[in-house]
């Protein structure tokens, strides 16, 4: 079992950036592929990118490429959403997933909320 706790999500303006953490409990964290997804109001929750165990292979959905970045830290148990020159269309509910096998997520959070303002 697997518990994932988002954190950084807030309120920014257009071009500004936020940084997302999702730290997740247990020793295995290092085996699981960790994924972000988004839901924006009225909207199905979409993928937006995921990073393999070793951070060695990330994907990204292309409305945000080149403005978001995955990273993770397996000694802190913890992945990183970098969101940079952030639009008002970025404004969701953010969710850390995680899985054992690639793009299939078992695990989620909670969520974190950002908002981005014009």
């Known amino acids: 079992q697997v518990q994932l706790v988002e954190s950084g999500g807030g309120l920014v303006q257009a071009g500004g950036s936020l940084r997302l953490s999702c730290a997740a409990s247990?020793?295995?964290?290092?085996?699981?592929?960790m994924g972000w997804f988004r839901q924006a109001p009225g909207k199905e929750r979409e993928f937006v990118t995921v990073i393999s165990s070793t951070g060695g292979t990330t994907r990204y959905a292309d409305s945000v490429k080149g403005r978001f970045t995955i990273s993770r830290d397996n000694a802190k148990n913890t992945v990183y959403l970098q969101m940079n020159s952030l639009k008002p269309e970025d404004t969701a509910v953010y969710y850390c997933?995680?899985?054992?096998?690639?793009?299939?997520?078992?695990?989620w959070g909670q969520g974190t909320q950002v908002a981005c303002s014009s």
């Open positions: 247990g020793r295995t964290f290092s085996t699981y592929a």
């Open positions: 997933a995680a899985g054992t096998v690639w793009m299939r997520f078992i695990y």
